[in-house]
């Protein structure tokens, strides 16, 4: 008897020796650095290859994470700004692992082309969070995404031309940086959920910059007759949408008498909607420094995060622009 009890317990001994070794509970996205699981902001080395400064929503970008790790008093953040290319970006992932950063935080400027780097990262033991737009390399090459949900976005501004336009008509795109998530989200929010009696005529790329969305809006002008070949205008971010404007109102087309519906809801965007330009702007938040740093600090101390984390967002009207224009932080 006594010897079968004795069998019995060391049975259950090794199971359950062997259940833990498989990792029963929910797993770290990493093992951590080498300060777990006492790491502090002190140790942090953040790398933040920044895509570039094309617009003010980048520039407030940019702004949240310098302002957040100089608040923390992080140990180093090696930042740097990749003027819109993907090459210089991945050089820059390529350098932080080589100087060792604790945490990787990538803000793509495309989403396809990340794989190679981004196992590289993960080879060399450094976890990266993808920030703001999305990449379409494999879930399991990063720890986490934290951004706008960019689909989301061009749902509403869809449903605002379904309530503006309600006998229809015709609309032009004027779309983000070609390839990007923002630019691929927004462009498929809209064409799931516009009704069927507005038709998108034409689409061009002004790359989310106002001096290339100004040509862009001309172009548009040479082709289409504002009011009667197109009733709206979707751009896919304020600055594009303040150099379309400046081309309306110089081919003497008042921007007022169409429905332009924006993006982001920078302080631009704000005095468009005052001046009466955009009938709607919607919201997407650049102020991630927060965020990004708390992710990061979890990730050196080896606990588990979300692997997606999206922002809460809404939609913005001249009705209160002017009262909200004072207290916009962006
Ligand atoms: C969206 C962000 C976009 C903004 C633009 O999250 O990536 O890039 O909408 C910015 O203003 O250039």
């Avoid at 650049?286 to 999206?310: R, Y």
Wanted: hydrophobic letters at 45%; one cysteine or more.
């Amino acid at each position: 008897m006594k010897k079968n009890l004795l069998v019995l317990i060391s049975v259950l001994m090794v199971a359950s020796m062997l259940l833990t070794a498989c990792g029963g509970g929910a797993k770290p996205a990493s093992e951590g650095a080498s300060c777990a699981p006492n790491c502090t902001y002190k140790d942090m080395v953040l790398c933040y290859p920044q895509l570039g400064a094309e617009s003010d929503w980048r520039t407030a970008n940019t702004a949240s994470i310098k302002e957040t790790a100089e608040k923390l008093g992080i140990k180093q953040l090696i930042f740097s700004d990749a003027q819109q290319k993907q090459e210089n970006q991945i050089s820059a992932v390529r350098a932080c692992i080589q100087q060792g950063a604790s945490v990787i935080a990538l803000p793509p400027v495309v989403e396809d082309g990340w794989d190679a780097v981004l196992t590289e990262a993960k080879n060399a033991g450094i976890p990266v969070i993808i920030v703001d737009r999305s990449v379409s390399a494999d879930a399991s090459l990063y720890a986490a995404h934290i951004g706008s949900n960019m689909e989301l976005e061009g749902e509403r501004a869809a449903a605002e031309f379904n309530k503006l336009l309600p006998n229809g008509g015709a609309i032009l795109e004027l779309s983000g940086t070609t390839g990007s998530g923002a630019a691929v989200g927004r462009a498929n929010g809209l064409r799931a959920k516009l009704n069927a009696n507005i038709k998108i005529i034409d689409s061009q790329t002004g790359n989310f910059t106002r001096a290339e969305a100004l040509p862009v809006m001309q172009a548009f002008l040479q082709k289409y007759k504002p009011g009667v070949d197109f009733q709206g205008i979707f751009i896919h971010n304020d600055d594009m949408g303040i150099g379309a404007i400046e081309a309306l109102k110089a081919a003497g087309v008042n921007p007022g008498d169409l429905v332009i519906v924006s993006v982001d809801g920078t302080r631009g965007g704000f005095q468009a909607m005052v001046d009466g330009w955009f009938q709607a702007d919607v919201e997407c938040n650049p102020l991630l420094g927060p965020q990004v740093f708390e992710m990061a600090l979890k990730l050196m101390n080896g606990q588990t995060i979300d692997h997606e984390v999206l922002t809460d967002e809404t939609v913005y009207y001249p009705d209160n622009a002017a009262d909200l224009l004072p207290t916009r932080k962006y």
